[in-house]
């Protein structure tokens, strides 16, 4: 099957198309055809090795987390899916290919297209462990770094649909948007805590930063000197301002459940991540570039 594969760390220039071994679902495992992929920024730090700690990488490596397509063959003893059946979520195998395991998967809604189903999976499911990890409750103010892109997106609508008051750091092309999504756009960059003391002047409750663009500083200031109710999903530098990193994902029947309530807020169109740009799986590379380039509103989705 054709895949995008590496080989070592580095660049965009390390991705390359390949044919590699299909997979095969062992018992209680899932086997989809994959129809649309999200890009995520994690991808390209995964790429360059910076989040090993983490994730660690096993050569050759094939890329990608989320993933919407078709179920094509399931292991022995997997009653929830059958062969035909459309689903999204979660690849164990990397999502840049023709063909995933996967292992934390739900069905898809028939009214949602493959493409807007693939967006859903990262943005949501760390959303809601972040906005769990920091106890944000109804009232309360957020700021949020990094609140245009993918996640950031799905944090804002989710947030403000909790009764909290979103604060969200972005360039300035981005402040009419996300003032359609109901934040409180601010710019970042020098001045940052100025700007932010002037529209909330009372405080910040809690800070996800969803950015990594040395946002901690500025964000325990905020916060009174405490990095209390201070999340990051970016920053790898979290640990030296006392910040915990947030890259521990729930537990799958957590995720799942998480996927079926928000693809229903999707349906309904209370949830959105708007799809900015396509690209075929053989020009996954570009695609990591845009995204490493930062500045993308909404999604990049690679089709398969």
Known sequence: MRAIVYYRFGGPEVLSLGDIEKPVPAAGEVRVKV?????NPLDYK???GLVEQHYPTTFPAVPGLEIAGVVDAVGDGVTAFAVGDEVFGWSRTGAYAEYVIADTLVHKPAELSFEAAATLPVAVATTDRVLRELGLKDGETLLLHGAAGAVGQAAVQLAVAAGA???GTASPANHDFLRTL???PVAYGAGLEERVRAVAPQGVDAVFDSAGQDAL????????GTTDRIVTIADMNAAAHGVPFSGVADQPEVIREGLV????LAVEGRLVVPVVRTFPLAEAAAAQQLSEEGHVRGKLIITV
Do not use: E, K
């Open 165 to 167: 008051t979103v604060i």
């Open 46 to 48: 995964r790429r360059y």
């Open 182 to 184: 109901g934040a409180i």
């Open 261 to 264: 309530r928000h693809a229903r």
């Open 35 to 39: 129809v649309s992929v999200g890009v």
């Open 217 to 224: 500083p500025v964000s325990i200031a905020l916060r009174g």
